[in-house]
């Protein structure tokens, strides 16, 4: 496997682990998301990280679109005429 191909492989992951993280900010509040995420509160709360699963998305296409740039086709190297 090229080096390309597996960062390409590495980011589309990360981008996939970005997108859940933000779905689980809006979703879910900050009593009930997990204990090592940043903004967990130990006391009941209806309070949503709204800002933060944004975030997270964001990043997580971002990484996509790292991927996609990294797999797409290169041009070929034309030689001078002559």
């Not at 809006?26 to 699963?53: C, N």
């Not at 964001?58 to 034309?78: D, E, H, K, S």
């Amino acid at each position: 496997m090229r080096n390309d191909r597996l960062l390409a492989a590495l980011a589309a992951l990360l981008g996939l682990v970005l997108i859940a993280i933000g779905v689980t900010y809006i979703a879910l509040t900050e009593h009930d998301i997990p204990s090592f995420f940043p903004g967990h509160v130990s006391h009941a709360s209806g309070h949503h990280h709204v800002k933060h699963g944004i975030a997270a998305i964001f990043l997580g296409l971002a990484c996509f679109a790292f991927a996609w740039f990294r797999t797409g086709p290169r041009q070929a190297r034309v030689a001078p005429p002559g």
